[in-house]
């Protein structure tokens, strides 16, 4: 069988990054798509790690390309997934996290519905996001207050996915997603069921 994806989204501090590790010893193998962006890097964020740090022309040869399964401008930057990755880490069966925005649920929505779960995180208020993403201290105050009217338009789109995840307290929402990451390993493309009902038939 090949592999699932699971999408996160959520306003930028919501908490992704800190869920995504709490839970990681929990959920098993998986791959992480690093996402490539032209956004400089915060202090503490490495290149190959965080992200792949590249410039605007760099991107936008990668664009032209097809290089990328999507790609989104957030916040004035270009972010994106690169396809070959993530194609391979599918190939070997595993389970791809995705920390995409909104947009880019969208997109992966329409090309791999199938195989895909997602969930939004939250923290509990818009107060709240504020509050961490001024305490993270990794964003000048222009910057905050443009992802805080990015985060306004963000929620709205809470609907569309299958989970929410309310990040009040760590412990309890990397619970949450450590149970949404091992369901949605489960789903499996309509190609792989096909292949498992015609083999199921012949072994009669
Ligand atoms: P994202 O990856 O969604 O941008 P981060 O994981 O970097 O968000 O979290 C943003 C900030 O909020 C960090 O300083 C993090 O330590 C803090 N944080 C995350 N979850 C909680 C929580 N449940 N309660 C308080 N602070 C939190
Ligand atoms: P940040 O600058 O805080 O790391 O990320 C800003 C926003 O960009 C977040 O909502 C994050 O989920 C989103 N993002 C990060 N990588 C990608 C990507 O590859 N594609 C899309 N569409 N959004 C991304």
Request: charged content about 30%.
């Amino acid at each position: 069988m090949s592999g699932a994806i699971l999408v996160l989204s959520g306003p930028s501090g919501a908490g992704k990054s800190t869920i995504i590790q709490a839970a990681a010893p929990e959920i098993g193998e998986y791959y992480f798509s690093i996402s490539t962006t032209t956004r400089k890097p915060r202090s503490g964020e490495l290149n190959g790690v965080d992200y792949n740090f590249v410039s605007v022309e760099e991107f936008e040869e990668g664009i032209k390309a097809g290089d990328f399964l999507e790609y989104a401008r957030v916040h004035d930057n270009y972010y994106g997934t690169s396809m070959k990755p993530v194609r391979e880490a599918l190939e070997r069966g595993l389970l791809v996290i995705f920390d995409i925005d909104v947009q880019g649920h969208r997109l992966i929505r329409a090309k791999l519905n199938d195989i895909t779960t997602s969930a939004f995180i939250t923290p509990p208020t818009l107060f709240e996001l504020e509050k961490r993403l001024k305490s993270r201290c990794s964003d000048d105050l222009t910057v905050i207050e443009k992802r805080l009217r990015n985060a306004k338009e963000e929620i709205m789109a809470v609907g569309e996915y299958d989970f929410t995840i309310i990040n009040d307290d760590v412990e309890q929402a990397s619970k949450e997603f450590t149970i949404i990451a091992k369901a949605a390993r489960l789903k499996h493309s309509r190609e792989d069921e096909e292949t498992f009902v015609r083999n199921w038939l012949a072994k009669s």
